[in-house]
T-cell receptor, first 113, second 116 residues
Framework: GEQVEQLPSILRVQEGSSASINCSYE??????FPWYKQEPGENPKLIID???NMERKQIQELIVLLDKKAKRFSLHITDTQPGDSAMYFCAASASGSNYQLIWGSGTKLIIKP | NAGVIQTPRHKVTGKGQEATLWCEPISGHSAVFWYRQTIVQGLEFLTY????????DSGMPKERFSAQMPNQSHSTLKIQSTQPQDSAVYLC??????????????FGSGTRLTVL
């Protein structure tokens, strides 16, 4: 079936530096790409999303880039803080569906003090 | 707004027993999803309801899993004859449904099911 590949699985960065997580998808018909953050013992929460009519979106320290040609999208967190330590999941809307998401396997982000 | 409410938070069952998980979606949300989360498999889609009607259960193991949404304020996921491999966190999520595109999913806190 369709897959979303997410890399890296673990990412360690120094506090204050930037962190980047990359995802690739298979179906060119995918048009919605959300990112969810899940802290230990908590439920996943949407932090930012982008639709296929955009190439870039920024909310405060979060930047999402979408390259439809390469079928890749990425999350960049600038000026990382300890509170950014969490699991991050990317997802892409499934072809032919307006509701189903194909999820990446997650990235554990660790912010080193 | 209390968000999506799932009960119980933790459930321990013996192998072969039945487990029923409950979900109360956010009021006004017409789309309800069930997911299963494990370390190995990640987030797996199980089933989806829209306006209480079952739309897609393609992710549900056919033989022992069933889901219902008898009214707009709650949904249940029932697992019969539980097996150790059913151990996971079961997440319910709801979203508004504008009838044409994927929208933000609001997840509940999940039910951690442990089958001994």
């Amino acid at each position: 079936g369709e897959q979303v590949e997410q890399l890296p699985s673990i990412l360690r960065v120094q506090e204050g530096s930037s962190a980047s997580i990359n995802c690739s998808y298979e179906d060119s018909a995918s048009n919605y790409f959300p990112w969810y953050k899940q802290e230990p013992g908590e439920n996943p929460k949407l932090i930012i999303d982008i639709r296929s009519n955009m190439e870039r979106k920024q909310i405060q320290e979060l930047i999402v880039l979408l390259d439809k040609k390469a079928k890749r999208f990425s999350l960049h967190i600038t000026d990382t803080q300890p509170g950014d330590s969490a699991m991050y999941f990317c997802a892409a809307s499934a072809s032919g569906s307006n509701y189903q998401l194909i999820w990446g396997s997650g990235t554990k982000l660790i912010i080193k003090p | 707004n209390a968000g999506v409410i799932q009960t119980p938070r933790h459930k321990v069952t013996g192998k072969g027993q039945e487990a029923t998980l409950w979900c109360e979606p956010i009021s006004g949300h017409s789309a309800v999803f069930w997911y299963r989360q494990t370390i190995v498999q990640g987030l797996e889609f199980l089933t989806y309801f829209r306006n209480q009607a079952p739309i897609d259960d393609s992710g549900m193991p056919k033989e022992r899993f069933s889901a219902q949404m008898p009214n707009q304020s709650h949904s249940t996921l029932k697992i019969q004859s539980t097996q150790p491999q059913d151990s996971a966190v079961y997440l319910c999520a709801s979203s508004q449904d504008w009838g044409g595109r994927a929208e933000t999913l609001y997840f509940g806190s999940g039910t951690r099911l442990t089958v001994l």
